[in-house]
């Protein structure tokens, strides 16, 4: 009887062991791509699907990279309660070789904001209106949540 118990515990904590490590399946789609001025780095602006849902994710990586697997390493956000219609926006713009601009609606639920990343300098900013400012040549980037 004592040995059955043993086996018994043993089970159930192997259990909690693996569900532990046992990461959620997620996959990237990248939404958009903007390269730094001189061409050394690039902002990956994706959205990250897993089984527990959607978020905005930002990662910086080498102009020539391909765009990340895993999750975004400056920037990530969910939906919140003051987002555009349940919709996430987000936009980056470069102001030098070396410095970036996030912008994002207010009330977004942001779960990373890095301030730096490298040599890079990471300002954030909240969209008017929750509407992007336009650049000459961008649309705006307006994502779902799930």
């Not at 990237?28 to 959607?54: M, Q, W, Y």
């Not at 992007?132 to 799930?146: F, I, L, V, Y």
Request: one cysteine or more; aromatic letters at 4%.
């Amino acid at each position: 009887m004592r040995r059955a118990a043993t086996v018994v515990v043993l089970a159930l904590l192997a259990g909690c062991v693996t569900k532990s490590v046992v990461r959620p399946s997620c996959t990237n789609h990248v939404l958009h791509e903007s390269v730094a001025p001189g061409g050394n780095a690039k902002a990956v602006i994706f959205e990250r699907d897993c089984t527990t849902g959607a978020t905005i994710q930002i990662s910086l990586v080498p102009a020539a990279a391909r765009a990340p697997s895993e999750p975004g390493n400056v920037f990530a956000a969910g939906t919140g309660k003051h987002s555009l219609q349940g919709r996430t926006v987000v936009t980056v713009a470069w102001s030098g070789p070396a410095k970036l601009t996030i912008s994002y609606t207010k009330g977004a639920a942001v779960m990373r904001s890095e301030g730096r990343l490298g040599p890079i300098e990471i300002e954030y900013a909240f969209l008017k209106d929750g509407a992007p400012p336009m650049a000459q040549d961008e649309q705006p980037q307006t994502h779902g949540t799930r």
